[in-house]
T-cell receptor
Framework: QQQVKQSPQSLIVQKGGISIINCAYENTAFDYFPWYQQFPGKGPALLIA?????SEKKEGRFTISFNKSAKQFSLHIMDSQPGDSATYFC?????????????FGTGTRLKVLA | GAVVSQHPSRVICKSGTSVKIECRSL??????MFWYRQFPKQSLMLMAT?????????EQGVEKDKFLINHASLTLSTLTVTSAHPEDSSFYICSAGRDLPSYNEQFFGPGTRLTVL
């Protein structure tokens, strides 16, 4: 019930295409859903995040779609570029001040072909 | 986003020695700091959560006597791997949490690659 399932494990997209990564959760107590981008040998960087009171959030080429009833959320990368090649992690969080904890998905390795 | 530094970025040590890793939140006071471990091509595994001035909370299966965490201030947390062995070799990443109404943003450091010979 604490798991966050992420798919696909790997993804190859042509330059200019749309990359879509999906995550699903079970625990309805989760109330914050961030996405992180990680390059090899580096720490994850916060890309974009959403709360369950909205169904979509867009920042530049990155969009999160959130389906509360299906308990699913996805990251869309529009006009994908070779520089977007990285591993992407979704996460889900719940808790109160001092007790927050993230549950991470298993990651998606994205490769954008030039 | 906020900036979190980690030092050292890479350390190689002999088996049996202790290694200290520092994590600093540079531009905000972190309510909570987190320590993760990441194996190659795998996800982040939370090791422990620490709040300033109190004892760290360790995840199940993480040896608290082996991985000592000190959270001395709102901007500094340290992880000490005591009596390190080759199986402790890994990528260790800290994050600093910023509490907002109803949720918490985590900003990650660049990670520390530990190799135990």
């Amino acid at each position: 019930q604490q798991q966050v399932k992420q798919s696909p494990q790997s993804l190859i997209v042509q330059k200019g295409g749309i990359s879509i990564i999906n995550c699903a959760y079970e625990n309805t107590a989760f109330d914050y859903f961030p996405w992180y981008q990680q390059f090899p040998g580096k720490g994850p960087a916060l890309l974009i995040a959403i709360r369950p009171d909205v169904s979509e959030k867009k920042e530049g080429r990155f969009t999160i779609s959130f389906n509360k009833s299906a308990k699913q959320f996805s990251l869309h990368i529009m006009d994908s570029q070779p520089g977007d090649s990285a591993t992407y992690f979704c996460a889900a969080s719940m808790g109160t001040s001092g007790t927050y904890k993230y549950i991470f998905g298993t990651g998606t390795r994205l490769k954008v072909l030039a | 986003g906020a900036v979190v530094s980690q030092h050292p970025s890479r350390v190689i040590c002999k088996s049996g020695t202790s290694v200290k890793i520092e994590c600093r939140s540079l531009d905000f006071q972190a309510t909570t700091m987190f320590w993760y471990r990441q194996f190659p091509k795998q996800s982040l595994m939370l090791m422990a959560t620490s709040n300033e001035g109190s004892k760290a909370t360790y995840e199940q299966g993480v040896e608290k006597d082996k991985f000592l965490i000190n959270h001395a201030s709102l901007t500094l947390s340290t992880l000490t791997v005591t009596s390190a062995h080759p199986e402790d070799s890994s990528f260790y990443i800290c994050s600093a949490g910023r509490d907002l109404p109803s949720y918490n943003e985590q900003f990650f450091g660049p990670g520390t690659r530990l190799t135990v010979l």
